[in-house]
Nanobody, 122 residues
C-alpha cells in the first residue's frame, strides 16, 4: 500500500519561506502523481499543487502561483516530493496534506498523508 509521510511544517513569519517534504513509499512511487492539499479548520480541503510522475508537469492553484514550487525526485520504488513556498502570508496558515493520484493531477486523490501544520504569524 502506498504511504505518504509529510514533514517540514512549523511556524514561519509573514514573507518567510518554508519547504514541505513528502516521502512516498510502497508500490512503485513512479506510478503516482503527487500533490499537496491544504485545509483550514472549518473549511474544505483545497488543492495547492501537483506534479506528474513521468514528465514532471506541474500545476498550481492561483493563490500560490508564483510563490510555490513543487518538485520531485524519483528512485526505483520511492520518491521525495517537495513544496517550496515563498513570501508566505497569514492566510497560508493551514494543515498541508500530501496526496497521491493515478491517471492525472485532476482526479480525486486516492491516498492522503497525515498532514503537517504550517502557521504563518509574526
Amino acid at each position: 500500500q502506498l504511504q505518504l509521510a509529510e514533514s517540514g511544517g512549523g511556524l514561519v513569519q509573514p514573507r518567510g519561506s518554508l519547504r514541505l517534504s513528502c516521502a512516498v513509499s510502497g508500490p512503485p512511487a513512479n506510478d503516482w502523481h503527487i500533490g499537496w492539499f491544504l485545509q483550514v479548520p472549518g473549511k474544505e480541503r483545497e488543492g495547492v499543487a501537483c506534479i506528474h510522475t513521468h514528465d514532471s508537469r506541474t500545476y498550481y492553484a492561483s493563490d500560490v502561483q508564483g510563490r510555490a514550487t513543487i518538485s520531485r525526485q524519483n528512485t526505483a520504488n520511492t520518491a521525495m516530493v517537495y513544496l517550496q513556498m515563498n513570501n508566505l502570508k497569514p492566510e497560508d496558515t493551514a494543515n498541508y496534506f500530501c496526496v497521491a493520484r493515478r491517471g492525472s493531477c485532476f482526479v480525486r486523490p486516492e491516498v492522503w498523508g497525515q498532514g503537517t501544520l504550517v502557521t504563518v504569524s509574526s
